[in-house]
């Protein structure tokens, strides 16, 4: 979420009648729309409302949507939470969708595998229903470490529908979750190469630091999968 000043209901008021003058919006109607769970403002100490921009998006795709489409707040309801969940929300009605870049083949721009999607948090069914993969299959995947749900959440991520996607198609050749733990095992040793690189960096005390880290980061993934691409690529040459 964005961090931005904060404004008070009656601020948030007045910017959403300049935008939208042709819409009766009064204070009433923002509370209500706050009783129902579709806006949740900060409260100061004193118990005053205050708005940030995320609560002023919101506000102005539930009139878009009142407006437009003539939907009741149950369905705009469910339209904000596919949001926050880094879904697409349906036009009108119907069940959210997963960005369709997310699934977009990385190849071969690799560096597409560590773009957005940071915050996408996917359900168990939407998991198995756009990796087109069975329960049974997700099971064994997370029994073998392949996948798992966020820390401290029911959901999935980007990497975890990735994975999943990935494990499916290599199941059609024959490769099952246990066949794949040499993947695991050898990312494991990646991952603990790039961190000798990376951790002084982080703890470095020049300013910046951080972000030094954690373009390094970014930049060492997408070498390390073009490098293991070319090394899988070149070795399967010989078996031809």
Do not use: C, W
Request: net charge neutral; glycine share 6%.
């Amino acid at each position: 979420m964005r961090q931005a000043a904060r404004i008070t209901i009656g601020q948030a008021v007045a910017d959403l009648k300049a935008e939208f003058p042709d819409v009766d919006i009064k204070e009433s109607k923002i509370r209500h729309l706050e009783n129902e769970g579709l806006v949740e403002p900060e409260r100061t100490p004193s118990g005053y409302r205050k708005y940030s921009t995320d609560d002023m998006e919101k506000l102005r795709y539930i009139i878009r949507a009142q407006r437009e489409h003539y939907l009741p707040l149950k369905v705009i309801k469910e339209h904000l939470e596919a949001l926050d969940r880094g879904l697409e929300p349906p036009a009108t009605s119907g069940s959210p969708s997963i960005p369709t870049s997310l699934l977009a083949n990385p190849a071969p721009g690799v560096e597409s595998l560590l773009s957005g999607h940071s915050d996408v948090r996917i359900s168990r069914r939407e998991l198995v229903k756009t990796a087109d993969i069975t329960e049974e299959l997700l099971d064994q995947l997370e029994t073998y470490g392949l996948v798992r749900p966020r820390t401290g959440s029911k959901h999935y991520d980007a990497d975890a529908l990735v994975i999943a996607k990935v494990a499916g198609e290599l199941s059609a050749f024959g490769l099952e979750p246990r066949h794949l733990r040499a993947f695991k095992t050898a990312a494991d040793r990646e991952i603990g190469l790039m961190e000798q690189v990376v951790s002084p960096m982080r703890h470095g005390r020049e300013a910046g630091a951080e972000g030094r880290a954690a373009q390094a980061i970014d930049e060492l993934a997408v070498l390390s999968v073009r490098l293991h691409a070319a090394l899988v690529k070149a070795g399967l040459r010989t078996i031809r």
